[in-house]
């Protein structure tokens, strides 16, 4: 599995996770760089009772759901421009 932080970042980079240590955690990664993330959001001052009531709303796993979604929907993505490059 591959985790890519923000391209728009000038020093983002591709983290292959099969490269971590042995008994690296996976979810306190991404719990990681969700904190940046929101710390991106919570830049502006009115933005930040917005995103914390937004994520009171949320389950406790929320995050790292969407994560398995969306890298789900990227392989899948990943796959079909493949097959339409061949």
């Known amino acids: 599995m591959v985790v890519a932080p ?3 970042a000038s020093t983002a980079s591709r983290i292959e ?3 971590l240590p ?3 955690d996976e979810g ?3 719990r990681a760089m969700g ?3 929101a710390n991106v959001h919570l830049g ?3 933005a930040v009772a917005a995103v ?3 994520l009171t709303r949320r389950k406790s ?3 790292r759901q969407a994560a398995e979604v969306m890298a789900e929907a990227t392989l899948k993505d990943w796959k079909n421009w493949q097959k339409w490059m061949r």
């Open 6 to 8: 923000a391209a728009a």
């Open 44 to 46: 502006t001052r009115r």
């Open 17 to 19: 996770l099969s490269q």
């Open 22 to 24: 042995r008994g690296h």
């Open 28 to 30: 306190k990664l991404l």
């Open 52 to 54: 914390r009531r937004d």
């Open 35 to 37: 904190l940046e993330l």
């Open 61 to 63: 796993k929320w995050l």
